[in-house]
């Protein structure tokens, strides 16, 4: 059974800094894409990064430059580094998998999900 499995989300100024990690246990964790999404309140979720089984990795315009997504394969992780934060960035966060080597960028296109990490940016 896969199971994800979100941690480091927390309350952070604004120009900081955070790491989310997910770690993905019951698959082939090797061979599979990867995604971040976040959900704000009120908002729908919305799609911030991806990384293929190739690592080869997409981002939203919002996070650009902000954001690294990266995987360590040897311990079925994918990280999220999130640097110079905004309070526009407060979300609940998760962790999507999907069965394919390729990467996605949309919600449909995963389907595994983590039960979210929750990111606060204060002004």
């Known amino acids: 059974q896969v199971q994800l499995v979100e941690s480091g989300g927390g309350l952070v100024q604004a120009g900081g800094?955070?790491?989310l990690s997910c770690v993905?246990?019951?698959?082939t964790f090797r061979s599979n894409a990867m995604g971040w999404?976040?959900?704000a309140p009120g908002k729908e979720r919305e799609f911030v990064a991806a990384i293929?089984?190739?690592?080869?990795?997409?981002?939203?315009?919002?996070?650009?430059g902000r954001f690294t997504?990266?995987?360590d394969n040897a311990n079925n992780t994918v990280y999220l580094r999130m640097?110079?934060?905004?309070?526009?960035?407060?979300?609940?966060y998760y962790c999507a998998a999907?069965?394919?080597?390729v990467l996605g960028r949309t919600i449909p296109e995963y389907e595994?999900?983590?039960?979210?990490?929750q990111v606060t940016v204060s002004s």
């Not at 997409?58 to 996070?63: L, P, Q």
């Not at 640097?83 to 609940?92: G, H, Y």
């Open 17 to 19: 800094s955070l790491r």
């Open 83 to 92: 640097n110079s934060l905004k309070p526009e960035d407060t979300a609940v």
């Open 98 to 101: 999907r069965d394919k080597f």
């Open 69 to 71: 997504i990266s995987r």
């Open 24 to 27: 993905d246990s019951g698959r």
């Open 37 to 39: 999404f976040r959900q």
């Open 52 to 64: 293929s089984g190739g690592s080869a990795i997409f981002y939203s315009d919002s996070v650009k």
């Open 112 to 117: 595994y999900w983590g039960q979210g990490t």
